[in-house]
């Protein structure tokens, strides 16, 4: 269960714009399609993980949150 929701909370972070240092213009981290394939392949590995696994798999989730939680452009 936290497993997903480090997926969801990921998702968000991943299908908004990166500080791209303009104002006006925010860059994609990843495009839609991109976003879709590694949902489907982080559900796919979270459904197979064991008890052991899963605390892996939260904690690679969220340090890839922590890594772009930085760059995210709030005002895009």
């Given at each position: 269960m936290?497993?997903?929701?480090?997926?969801?909370?990921?998702?968000l972070?991943?299908?908004?714009?990166?500080?791209?240092?303009?104002?006006?213009?925010?860059l994609?981290?990843?495009?839609?399609?991109?976003?879709?394939?590694?949902?489907?392949?982080?559900?796919?590995?979270?459904?197979?993980?064991?008890?052991?696994?899963?605390?892996?798999?939260?904690?690679?989730?969220?340090?890839?949150?922590?890594?772009?939680?930085?760059?995210?452009?709030v005002?895009?």
């Open positions: 936290a497993a997903h929701q480090s997926w969801h909370t990921l998702k972070d991943l299908c908004t714009t990166v500080d791209s240092g303009y104002r006006l213009f925010g994609p981290l990843l495009t839609k399609g991109e976003v879709d394939e590694l949902e489907r392949e982080v559900l796919a590995e979270i459904e197979a993980a064991g008890p052991t696994d899963a605390a892996s798999t939260r904690k690679n989730l969220h340090a890839i949150l922590k890594a772009c939680a930085g760059r995210i452009d005002l895009a």
